[in-house]
């Protein structure tokens, strides 16, 4: 599966974006997906990923305020991002695997065997 990163730009503290991940290929709705950032001079870091079933996770800094969503008619898999601070900012990338279980989340990096190129998200004044 090839993955396609977009959505990302300049906002303004407190502002809103969404990001969208498209994916190329059969059977999408098999695959687990990830959402990862990673800041200047910072390791690559887990923001939120979603199952095949839906099932979601998010980091404890982006827990209500971003949302993890999936369309799988579309093979899209959509980060909305709400309430932003500049300390989200950061190149943001998604992920895909194919689970064990149609229910399994992933939260690290080397989890994930497919990425997309990432797109930058910059929140500042």
């Known amino acids: 599966v090839q993955l396609q990163a977009s959505g990302g730009g300049l906002v303004q503290p407190g502002g809103s974006l969404r990001l969208s991940c498209v994916a190329s290929?059969?059977?999408?709705?098999?695959?687990?997906i990830g959402w990862f950032r990673q800041a200047p001079g910072k390791e690559r870091e887990m923001v939120s990923c979603i199952s095949s079933s839906h099932s979601t996770g998010y980091a404890d800094s982006v827990k209500g305020r971003f949302t993890i969503s999936r369309d799988d008619a579309r093979n899209t898999v959509y980060l909305q991002m709400n309430s932003l601070k500049p300390e989200d900012t950061a190149v943001y990338y998604c992920a895909a695997r194919l689970p064990y279980a149609i229910t399994s989340v992933y939260t690290r990096e080397r989890q994930y065997d497919y990425w997309g190129q990432g797109t930058q998200v910059t929140v500042s004044s």
């Open positions: 290929g059969s059977d999408f709705d098999y695959y687990a």
